[in-house]
């Protein structure tokens, strides 16, 4: 049976609430990569935000599986959801912008629809769909023409985030084929398994206790693995039980937005016609892949 969800005001606050947390995400990683690597980024965000998701979880009674193939799936998305995205971003945002960032990352659910199409049933392209994704193509080109068109080095950054949103793609495909489990001790399972991953290597290659880390990159840094990634897991899944998943895709118009006018008003971020202009393509894109097919 299908669920008929209505938002209440505590749904739309909690959106209005994700929404921060994950526009504001690029600014803080601006901040952060000023003092730590992409790779302690990636580490610190994951063994910040497994210690929270694992504590929140248990707080709630719930347990972690024991059986291998639970922990099949956790090592999965934890590599497609956390570790390669996260990574991505990281490096890309060490010559681009966190507007730019923001930008480009709204291309996810447009990826996602694509690779929907070949992965998942009832999920088949139409009209609305392939021009919708068009126009966000478009506005992806108009995003990078002046490193396409010029001598800049940001054309790799570009592509590394536009790899980070079909990385995002994938794992939202991979949760809808893989076997499920509690949504939270999926995010705990993954986090877990990703620190496992990469802790070890991020003190290995960048020796963390002969570094000098600044107050304020530091702070920065904690905040990316308490807010956007453990506390934005928590309430993504609360506002997706209480409303609907349908209901949540409203973040895709918004996140674009907030991501780039805080980077252009915290971090000083230079405000272009053409991003301007690709920001407008990219959200009608979204939009016009909504449209329902009526014959």
Avoid: C
């Avoid at 986090?191 to 304020?216: C, F, G, N």
């Avoid at 807010?227 to 674009?256: E, H, K, Q």
């Amino acid at each position: 049976m299908p669920h008929n969800y209505t938002p209440t005001l505590k749904n739309w606050l909690s959106l209005l609430l994700l929404t921060l947390l994950w526009g504001t995400s690029f600014m803080f990683t601006a901040v952060s990569l000023q003092s730590f690597s992409p790779l302690a980024i990636v580490s610190l965000r994951v063994l910040i935000a497994a210690i929270i998701l694992t504590l929140f979880m248990y707080a709630k009674g719930w347990r972690l599986p024991v059986e291998p193939l639970a922990w099949g799936v956790f090592l999965l998305l934890g590599l497609a959801g956390n570790l390669l995205p996260f990574f991505l971003i990281s490096t890309g945002q060490k010559n681009i912008s966190s507007g730019i960032t923001g930008l480009l990352m709204a291309f996810m659910p447009l990826a996602t629809m694509i690779l929907a199409h070949y992965f998942v049933s009832g999920e088949s392209l139409n009209r609305f769909k392939i021009f919708g994704f068009l126009l966000g193509i478009t506005g992806v080109v108009v995003v990078l023409w002046p490193s396409l068109v010029g001598a800049h080095s940001n054309l790799l950054s570009g592509l590394l985030i536009l790899l980070a949103t079909l990385s995002y793609a994938i794992n939202a495909i991979l949760v809808r084929r893989l076997p499920s489990y509690n949504p939270v001790v999926t995010a705990a399972g993954m986090t877990i398994v990703s620190s496992i991953a990469v802790v070890p290597l991020w003190l290995w290659q960048d020796l963390p206790w002969q570094q000098s880390y600044s107050v304020k990159d530091t702070l920065s840094m904690l905040w990316l693995g308490v807010g956007p990634t453990a506390f934005g897991t928590i309430l993504l899944f609360s506002v997706i039980a209480t409303a609907g998943p349908t209901f949540l895709s409203y973040i895709n118009y918004v996140i674009p937005i907030v991501a780039y006018f805080t980077g252009a008003l915290l971090l000083g971020e230079s405000i272009e016609w053409h991003s301007l202009a690709a920001m407008l393509l990219i959200i009608l894109g979204i939009a016009l892949t909504r449209k329902r097919v009526t014959n």
